[in-house]
């Protein structure tokens, strides 16, 4: 299991409990527009306090069992409001441990670096702790900003998989890509 707290140069990263559910229904009703466009569609109660006080207690279990980790992201000026999240759901095969990442930042916190940041030391946690030793990241072809931050991180261009997302109720592409985590550290 990593750490339950990640301090970067800007940003506190950290695994929450139920007791913030409000803040994470924030988060998502205050970017509801940014974020539905390229994530898959939403269950019909998403949007309610019930919901992510399930989420969030499922979360913590997954946590404890090393399947999957969420850091929930906050500016190190404003430890109340949450401006986003990074999550990996962690999985194996026969030879090794991999992970798929995802991440989404405040509309109003984008363009600063916050998501890369994020992401490093993320990636940092599943190559020491978890012992993860390749990344995938599917991303919305439109999603530009998303590309530009996986790049940016070094993660290559797989592949497409084709229509394999629901996304506002449409079935679409995404696109692929993947990190060796010991090639990057």
């Known amino acids: 299991m990593g750490p339950s707290i990640k301090i970067t140069p800007n940003l506190i990263l950290r695994v929450e409990n139920e007791l913030r559910a409000d803040s994470v229904l924030k988060l998502y009703l205050d970017n509801k527009e940014c974020f539905e466009k390229f994530e898959p569609t939403r269950p019909d109660n998403f949007y309610t306090l019930d919901y992510h006080k399930n989420m969030l207690i499922r979360e913590q279990r997954a946590y404890t069992m090393g399947t999957f980790l969420r850091y929930y992201i ?5 430890l109340e ?7 990996f759901n962690i999985m ?5 441990k991999y992970a798929e990442i ?27 702790y978890y012992d993860v030793n390749r990344l995938y990241a599917r991303i919305h072809p439109d999603n530009h900003p998303s ?15 084709y229509q394999s997302a629901n996304i506002l109720g449409k079935y679409a592409d995404l696109y692929r890509y993947y990190l060796d985590i010991s090639d990057s550290q």
Do not use: T
């Open 92 to 96: 194996h095969d026969h030879v090794s």
């Open 147 to 161: 590309r530009h931050v996986v790049s940016s991180l070094g993660f290559k261009f797989e592949c497409v998989e």
């Open 81 to 87: 409001n949450i401006i986003g999240a990074i999550n």
């Open 102 to 128: 995802g991440y989404k930042i405040d509309q109003s916190h984008q363009n600063l670096g916050y998501a890369k940041e994020a992401c490093l030391y993320g990636i940092s946690v599943m190559h020491e």
């Open 74 to 78: 906050y500016e190190k000026s404003d």
